[in-house]
C-alpha cells in the first residue's frame, strides 16, 4: 500500500511561483508512473503533468505547458510540481497519484491506483 501526502500549496499573487511535493510511503516511487491533477470548485478532475517510472518520460496538459514543470527524487521518494506565471484560473486542489504498473493513458484519473489527499492552491489576481 501506498500511502501519498501532498503539501506546498498556499496563497499566492498572480505571476507568482509554488513548488509542490508529494512525499511517498509504504512503497518506493522509482517504478511508478506519477501524475498531478487538478479540481475546482464545480469542476471535473483536470490532468496537468506526469512522469513515467524508470525512463521518466514526462507529459503535461496544453494548459500548463511551459509553466509547470514536473520532476521526481528518488533519494527523497517523492514527485514535485514546480509551477511558474501563476494564473488565477490555477486557483484549484492540487493532487497528486501514482499507479504500479505502466499505464497507457496517463491524463486519465482512472488510470492511477494511489492518491493523495490534495493541497489547496489559491492565486490572487
Known amino acids: 500500500q501506498v500511502q501519498l501526502v501532498e503539501s506546498g500549496g498556499g496563497l499566492v499573487q498572480a505571476g507568482g511561483s509554488l513548488r509542490l511535493s508529494c512525499a511517498a510511503s509504504?512503497?518506493?516511487?522509482?517504478?511508478?508512473?506519477m501524475g498531478w491533477f487538478r479540481q475546482a470548485p464545480g469542476k471535473e478532475r483536470e490532468f496537468l503533468a506526469a512522469?513515467?517510472?524508470?525512463?521518466?518520460?514526462?507529459y503535461y496538459a496544453d494548459s500548463v505547458k511551459g509553466r509547470f514543470i514536473i520532476s521526481r527524487d528518488n533519494a527523497e521518494n517523492t514527485v514535485c510540481l514546480q509551477m511558474n506565471s501563476l494564473k488565477a484560473e490555477d486557483t484549484a486542489v492540487y493532487y497528486c497519484?501514482?499507479?504500479?504498473?505502466?499505464?497507457?493513458?496517463?491524463?486519465?484519473?482512472?488510470?492511477?491506483?494511489?492518491w493523495g489527499q490534495g493541497t489547496q492552491v489559491t492565486v490572487s489576481s
Open positions: 497519484a501514482g499507479a504500479r504498473y505502466g499505464i497507457t493513458w496517463p491524463q486519465r484519473v482512472g488510470s492511477y491506483e494511489y
Open positions: 509504504g512503497r518506493t516511487l522509482r517504478s511508478y508512473d
Open positions: 512522469i513515467r517510472g524508470g525512463r521518466g518520460s514526462t
